[in-house]
């Protein structure tokens, strides 16, 4: 098909170098002068070959944006692609995981989710340019520094370039040794339930009060019956809290409770229900916050379509590509809530996302890097 496969096995050295100084600079969501650090070398290893801007992220680390300097003279369109710098790891986790290249593998802190993605996107676009292939479309990659806290400072940025792209290409980790992409994530949020009841002692005043513990346990049964009400709805009371002292009838009591939907219908219909509850003591207060912060990214036509686009260009890089649906949200979510084909899971094949055995395969290097520079060319 074309020479990527070849040109990228020959450079693995340097890539795999690449990656290690990516993984050795530390970037935990929270800590924005470490996610900064890790923009600004990102933002040094692509002088030359993009136009890069580092951009506000309110008490988060700076994102970046970068427009490629690639082959072609006409660019009709846009592509986004998108990833995100920071990680689930807090400052120091190197000590207790460090760096390791072995057995073919690659380990460290964010190796998978999602540090080499970017490095085989870099990659795929060096390899464009050395080897003169034209693409006919501008590439605008973001990189966020709040994505594994839920991207709310990023957010406005990614719908902007979405809503100006034709298409959205995620370099989130693949799912399985095969490498399957992602054509649809499950969408969800959080929800409170605060329960108000009426406090008294337990012993002197009992009948006066109302439990709001009690209630909440009623409330919680009925709550978690709620998933499966819809394919792939799941509803989960992760954490529950309430009352005082043994001695006291609990007059407050409340749950943090996890909801995820694959359709976002069924979201909405979930939220309905749950703000329909009635307490079953009639003095105790139902309260409901929070809902769905991320809308689920649903397997449109869009996303069909480019799917079936790469796995027609990966036929010749001994992989036969599969889809799956994740159960997490990423980027993608916002990308495709807006109507932008989106397709996900191009990053790199590996194992343990936000684990501490968490690595990637070198022997997928270099046919995800075809992939990824076949992708821009060809959509
Ligand atoms: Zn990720």
């Given at each position: 098909m074309d020479e990527l496969p070849g040109w990228a096995r020959g450079r693995q050295k340097s890539f795999i170098a690449f990656v290690r100084s990516l993984v050795e600079c530390e970037s935990p969501s929270d800590d924005a002068a470490s996610t900064t650090r890790f923009a600004s070398l990102v933002a040094d290893s692509l002088a030359g070959a993009a136009k890069v801007r580092l951009v506000p992220g309110g008490k988060f680390g700076k994102h970046l944006r970068a427009e490629f300097t690639l082959p072609g003279v006409r660019k009709d369109g846009q592509i986004l692609v998108l990833g995100h710098g920071d990680t689930v790891w807090p400052t120091g986790t190197l000590k207790t995981m460090p760096w390791r290249h072995r057995d073919g593998r690659l380990w460290g802190p964010g190796v998978f989710d999602m540090k080499t993605g970017l490095a085989l996107f870099f990659e795929a676009m060096r390899g464009l340019v050395e080897l003169g292939i034209p693409v006919g479309r501008k590439v605008v990659f973001q990189m966020n520094s709040d994505e594994e806290v839920g991207s709310p400072s990023s957010r406005p940025y990614t719908e902007k370039e979405a809503r100006a792209s034709v298409a959205a290409l995620l370099l989130e980790p693949a799912a399985g040794a095969d490498g399957k992409l992602k054509t649809a994530r499950k969408g969800g949020g959080t929800v409170y339930l605060r329960v108000k009841g009426v406090a008294s002692h337990a012993g002197l005043d009992f009948d006066a009060g109302a439990s709001a513990i009690v209630e909440l346990a009623r409330q919680v049964e009925k709550i978690a019956g709620f998933t499966g009400f819809a394919g792939g709805v799941t509803v989960n009371p992760g954490v529950i809290g309430g009352g005082t002292r043994p001695n006291v009838v609990a007059g407050e009591a409340w749950a943090a409770i996890d909801v995820r939907c694959v359709r976002a219908g069924d979201g909405e219909r979930l939220l309905r229900r749950l703000r329909a509850l009635?307490?079953?003591?009639?003095?105790?207060?139902?309260?409901?916050?929070?809902?769905?912060?991320?809308?689920?990214?649903?397997?449109?036509?869009?996303?069909?379509?480019?799917?079936?686009?790469?796995?027609?260009?990966?036929?010749?890089?001994?992989?036969?590509?599969?889809?799956?649906?994740?159960?997490?949200?990423?980027?993608?979510?916002?990308?495709?809530?807006?109507?932008?084909?989106?397709?996900?899971?191009?990053?790199?094949?590996?194992?343990?996302?936000?684990?501490?055995?968490?690595?990637?395969?070198?022997?997928?290097?270099?046919?995800?890097?075809?992939?990824?520079?076949?992708?821009?060319?060809?959509?």
């Amino acid at each position: 098909m074309d020479e990527l496969p070849g040109w990228a096995r020959g450079r693995q050295k340097s890539f795999i170098a690449f990656v290690r100084s990516l993984v050795e600079c530390e970037s935990p969501s929270d800590d924005a002068a470490s996610t900064t650090r890790f923009a600004s070398l990102v933002a040094d290893s692509l002088a030359g070959a993009a136009k890069v801007r580092l951009v506000p992220g309110g008490k988060f680390g700076k994102h970046l944006r970068a427009e490629f300097t690639l082959p072609g003279v006409r660019k009709d369109g846009q592509i986004l692609v998108l990833g995100h710098g920071d990680t689930v790891w807090p400052t120091g986790t190197l000590k207790t995981m460090p760096w390791r290249h072995r057995d073919g593998r690659l380990w460290g802190p964010g190796v998978f989710d999602m540090k080499t993605g970017l490095a085989l996107f870099f990659e795929a676009m060096r390899g464009l340019v050395e080897l003169g292939i034209p693409v006919g479309r501008k590439v605008v990659f973001q990189m966020n520094s709040d994505e594994e806290v839920g991207s709310p400072s990023s957010r406005p940025y990614t719908e902007k370039e979405a809503r100006a792209s034709v298409a959205a290409l995620l370099l989130e980790p693949a799912a399985g040794a095969d490498g399957k992409l992602k054509t649809a994530r499950k969408g969800g949020g959080t929800v409170y339930l605060r329960v108000k009841g009426v406090a008294s002692h337990a012993g002197l005043d009992f009948d006066a009060g109302a439990s709001a513990i009690v209630e909440l346990a009623r409330q919680v049964e009925k709550i978690a019956g709620f998933t499966g009400f819809a394919g792939g709805v799941t509803v989960n009371p992760g954490v529950i809290g309430g009352g005082t002292r043994p001695n006291v009838v609990a007059g407050e009591a409340w749950a943090a409770i996890d909801v995820r939907c694959v359709r976002a219908g069924d979201g909405e219909r979930l939220l309905r229900r749950l703000r329909a509850l009635k307490p079953v003591d009639s003095r105790c207060r139902l309260q409901f916050e929070g809902g769905i912060n991320r809308p689920p990214m649903e397997r449109t036509a869009g996303t069909v379509r480019l799917f079936r686009l790469a796995r027609t260009l990966s036929k010749d890089l001994g992989v036969d590509l599969g889809e799956t649906m994740a159960g997490g949200g990423s980027d993608g979510n916002f990308t495709s809530a807006l109507g932008t084909p989106t397709l996900d899971g191009l990053g790199a094949v590996g194992d343990g996302a936000h684990a501490i055995h968490e690595n990637v395969a070198v022997d997928c290097f270099a046919g995800r890097i075809a992939l990824l520079a076949r992708l821009v060319t060809r959509i």
